[in-house]
């Protein structure tokens, strides 16, 4: 079970756009798609042009000498498993899918000759498309340097070197379903009711709210995408919805429904989804919202579409499966900076984690997982760098995780701009794994800021804060209070002198969050910082903790540092000042202050994991 003292609201963008990883895939080109909307990478000779190395590459496999005979051995021992895990969603078992030419499984099989190109063999069109990078397909996870040159070298008995190119490198495999359902499988379709799309909407984002037609508890075995006309889809989005908040019919919906769980994403390239047994359990009446983000740049006249996600079910036996997203919920990205982003998620029974599809918008750079096991040893779970927000696939990742267990997870992003902060847009930022996990989860968010749930705030200063101001601060604790806090009235501006944090004030305007109602018993904040006044010069060094509780029981902690310096000057209004930050992130505030005798208080404004927080901060001088 998930520890709900962890949990956390998921924002899911509605604007999720997954690999187009098919040259020729009919969402793309507009002809007819399959039944089943499956798409995949192109396969090995999509296009005997696709081979072409560019003119800065190693020679090609084609080079390598005829009597090229590749170690059998090192085969067996090592190249057959990196094949497998990188050419396997493809060229994998006794029939390969999407147009490959042949499986890459059997050794003999990649030394006979080619079908496709007269005077080669499968393994060096296997040697020349790997070294020139134009397979795996840029859109999916290209093996790590060290396991492309193993594969290419031993493809052309190391007569080829790879051509080194950046792109997304996953440590884990794609997960990929089998390229039909079961036969004996009953279905249902989720899908648009005949809507009208207008033939100058571009970016039209559209929900639809449906219920699943089941007469008693069913499992759902396998996702399908049910794709019309896919000249005017381009992704297509299903979410649960838990809460039942999610209006009636279909509306504009740019962002995800508030109270549902993601479930399903499909964009070309992303395959069907299927549980290997059981599955995840459906009720009668329950409710989904079915997101299709639409796209009408041809201008087509009288649409009227019926798109959707048809959905294979079967009896509720076997495994059950439930989704859960694990990662750092609250958090900020200064501008002009390269940050990297925490969470943790305890478990407390044996859990198996299937298939995650780890989530980051478009600031992302590198997602990693580790399991920090109660002895204290650690192993990986999954690891991506070269992060491309068009290449969001599931990954298999199977691995039993054992009570007292926990999960790290770290994004990297790089923020060229401004602040960012976490949030449902696509502007914002977002570090999630959509995990699908057995036994279903109890809570449907995992997430905890700190790998010492329950510790004391430790505060020491960051690099903003002069060395030689060095003064004992004690951190302080205050509840979270609802309403708007009292204008602060300014006076004169603040004396030069040391100051340090004595008391605070956090605001929400409701207690009513996207997340769920919360305990206000139980949520409270934690900060220590201090404050230096030196002429027109200032430095502000703050350490704050937010403990949100919610209603339901779960908990979770927001912790988040502050260093800066710069100069300042009476602002435009009698109660401003005006910052220009010359530490920190570059740039230039405004905020509200008030001077009482030894006390200077002042006002900020954060939207910080999607709250729109009033933040009031109380120095007094140290004599």
């Given at each position: 079970?998930?520890?709900?003292?962890?949990?956390?609201?998921?924002?899911?963008?509605?604007?999720?756009?997954?690999?187009?990883?098919?040259?020729?895939?009919?969402?793309?080109?507009?002809?007819?798609?399959?039944?089943?909307?499956?798409?995949?990478?192109?396969?090995?000779?999509?296009?005997?042009?696709?081979?072409?190395p560019r003119p800065d590459a190693a020679p090609t496999a084609?080079?390598?000498?005829?009597?090229?005979?590749?170690?059998?051995?090192?085969?067996?021992?090592?190249?057959?498993?990196?094949?497998?895990?990188?050419?396997?969603?493809?060229?994998?078992?006794?029939?390969?899918?999407?147009?490959?030419?042949?499986?890459?499984?059997?050794?003999?099989?990649?030394?006979?000759?080619?079908?496709?190109?007269?005077?080669?063999?499968?393994?060096?069109?296997?040697?020349?498309?790997?070294?020139?990078?134009?397979?795996?397909?840029?859109?999916?996870?290209?093996?790590?340097?060290?396991?492309?040159?193993?594969?290419?070298?031993?493809?052309?008995?190391?007569?080829?070197?790879?051509?080194?190119?950046?792109?997304?490198?996953?440590?884990?495999?794609?997960?990929?379903?089998?390229?039909?359902?079961?036969?004996?499988?009953?279905?249902?379709?989720?899908?648009?009711?005949?809507?009208?799309?207008?033939?100058?909407?571009?970016?039209?984002?559209?929900?639809?709210?449906?219920?699943?037609?089941?007469?008693?508890?069913?499992?759902?075995?396998?996702?399908?995408?049910?794709?019309?006309?896919?000249?005017?889809?381009?992704?297509?989005?299903?979410?649960?919805?838990?809460?039942?908040?999610?209006?009636?019919?279909?509306?504009?919906?740019?962002?995800?429904?508030?109270?549902?769980?993601?479930?399903?994403?499909?964009?070309?390239?992303?395959?069907?989804?299927?549980?290997?047994?059981?599955?995840?359990?459906?009720?009668?009446?329950?409710?989904?919202?079915?997101?299709?983000?639409?796209?009408?740049?041809?201008?087509?006249?009288?649409?009227?579409?019926?798109?959707?996600?048809?959905?294979?079910?079967?009896?509720?036996?076997?495994?059950?499966?439930?989704?859960?997203?694990?990662?750092?919920?609250?958090?900020?990205?200064?501008?002009?900076?390269?940050?990297?982003?925490?969470?943790?998620?305890?478990?407390?029974?044996?859990?198996?984690?299937?298939?995650?599809?780890?989530?980051?918008?478009?600031?992302?750079?590198?997602?990693?997982?580790?399991?920090?096991?109660?002895?204290?040893?650690?192993?990986?779970?999954?690891?991506?760098?070269?992060?491309?927000?068009?290449?969001?696939?599931?990954?298999?990742?199977?691995?039993?995780?054992?009570?007292?267990?926990?999960?790290?997870?770290?994004?990297?992003?790089?923020?060229?701009?401004?602040?960012?902060?976490?949030?449902?847009?696509?502007?914002?930022?977002?570090?999630?794994?959509?995990?699908?996990?057995?036994?279903?989860?109890?809570?449907?968010?995992?997430?905890?800021?700190?790998?010492?749930?329950?510790?004391?705030?430790?505060?020491?200063?960051?690099?903003?804060?002069?060395?030689?101001?060095?003064?004992?601060?004690?951190?302080?604790?205050?509840?979270?209070?609802?309403?708007?806090?009292?204008?602060?009235?300014?006076?004169?501006?603040?004396?030069?002198?040391?100051?340090?944090?004595?008391?605070?004030?956090?605001?929400?305007?409701?207690?009513?969050?996207?997340?769920?109602?919360?305990?206000?018993?139980?949520?409270?904040?934690?900060?220590?910082?201090?404050?230096?006044?030196?002429?027109?010069?200032?430095?502000?060094?703050?350490?704050?903790?937010?403990?949100?509780?919610?209603?339901?029981?779960?908990?979770?902690?927001?912790?988040?540092?502050?260093?800066?310096?710069?100069?300042?000057?009476?602002?435009?209004?009698?109660?401003?000042?005006?910052?220009?930050?010359?530490?920190?992130?570059?740039g230039t505030s405004t905020w509200s202050y008030e001077t009482?005798?030894?006390?200077?208080?002042l006002d900020l404004n954060t939207g910080e994991g999607g709250?729109?927080?009033?933040?009031?901060?109380?120095?007094?001088?140290?004599?």
């Open positions: 079970m998930l520890n709900p003292r962890h949990t956390a609201l998921v924002f899911l963008v509605s604007g999720i756009a997954l690999a187009a990883c098919n040259a020729d895939d009919p969402a793309a080109n507009g002809s007819d798609a399959s039944p089943s909307g499956d798409s995949a990478p192109p396969s090995d000779d999509a296009s005997p042009s696709d081979a072409a084609d080079a390598a000498p005829p009597s090229c005979v590749p170690d059998r051995a090192a085969w067996d021992t090592s190249v057959k498993s990196q094949v497998e895990q990188f050419c396997g969603a493809c060229h994998g078992g006794l029939m390969p899918q999407y147009g490959a030419p042949g499986g890459f499984d059997d050794y003999d099989a990649l030394l006979a000759p080619s079908a496709t190109h007269p005077g080669a063999r499968l393994v060096d069109r296997v040697a020349a498309r790997a070294a020139d990078g134009t397979m795996p397909p840029t859109t999916w996870p290209r093996p790590a340097d060290d396991i492309l040159s193993s594969i290419v070298s031993w493809a052309s008995c190391g007569a080829v070197a790879p051509n080194p190119r950046e792109g997304l490198v996953a440590s884990a495999p794609v997960f990929v379903a089998p390229p039909e359902a079961p036969a004996d499988l009953p279905f249902f379709d989720l899908e648009a009711d005949d809507y009208a799309l207008a033939a100058d909407a571009l970016d039209d984002y559209r929900c639809f709210t449906l219920t699943a037609p089941v007469d008693g508890p069913r499992f759902i075995k396998r996702f399908e995408v049910k794709l019309e006309d896919p000249r005017i889809v381009h992704h297509v989005v299903l979410l649960r919805d838990v809460e039942r908040l999610a209006p009636e019919g279909n509306y504009s919906c740019f962002d995800m429904p508030e109270g549902s769980d993601y479930l399903y994403a499909w964009a070309p390239g992303q395959d069907a989804l299927e549980f290997p047994e059981g599955g995840l359990r459906v009720e009668p009446g329950d409710r989904y919202v079915l997101q299709i983000h639409y796209n009408n740049a041809l201008g087509l006249p009288d649409v009227a579409d019926n798109s959707g996600v048809r959905i294979f079910h079967g009896p509720a036996e076997g495994t059950e499966y439930g989704m859960v997203a694990i990662g750092p919920i609250a958090f900020s990205l200064p501008g002009r900076a390269q940050t990297d982003v925490q969470g943790y998620c305890a478990l407390s029974e044996a859990t198996t984690l299937l298939a995650g599809m780890p989530h980051m918008h478009t600031l992302g750079s590198t997602f990693r997982q580790t399991i920090l096991h109660a002895d204290g040893t650690s192993t990986p779970l999954i690891e991506l760098s070269g992060w491309d927000f068009e290449a969001q696939l599931f990954y298999s990742t199977p691995v039993t995780l054992a009570p007292g267990d926990r999960i790290e997870t770290v994004c990297g992003f790089e923020n060229e701009g401004n602040l960012v902060q976490s949030g449902a847009r696509t502007q914002d930022e977002m570090c999630f794994n959509f995990a699908y996990v057995t036994p279903p989860p109890t809570t449907r968010y995992c997430d905890g800021a700190s790998d010492t749930p329950n510790a004391p705030l430790e505060y020491a200063p960051g690099q903003c804060w002069p060395a030689e101001a060095q003064q004992s601060v004690t951190p302080i604790e205050a509840p979270v209070l609802i309403g708007e806090p009292a204008a602060l009235q300014g006076g004169a501006l603040p004396p030069d002198g040391l100051y340090t944090l004595s008391d605070m004030e956090f605001w929400l305007p409701s207690p009513t969050l996207p997340l769920g109602e919360l305990d206000m018993e139980r949520t409270r904040v934690a900060a220590a910082g201090q404050l230096q006044i030196s002429g027109a010069q200032f430095a502000l060094d703050t350490l704050t903790r937010l403990h949100l509780a919610l209603a339901a029981g779960p908990e979770f902690d927001s912790d988040r540092a502050n260093t800066i310096a710069g100069t300042f000057a009476a602002g435009a209004e009698p109660s401003t000042v005006d910052l220009t930050r010359t530490c920190g992130p570059e009482r005798d030894d006390h200077v208080s709250l729109n927080l009033r933040v009031r901060l109380i120095f007094t001088r140290t004599p």
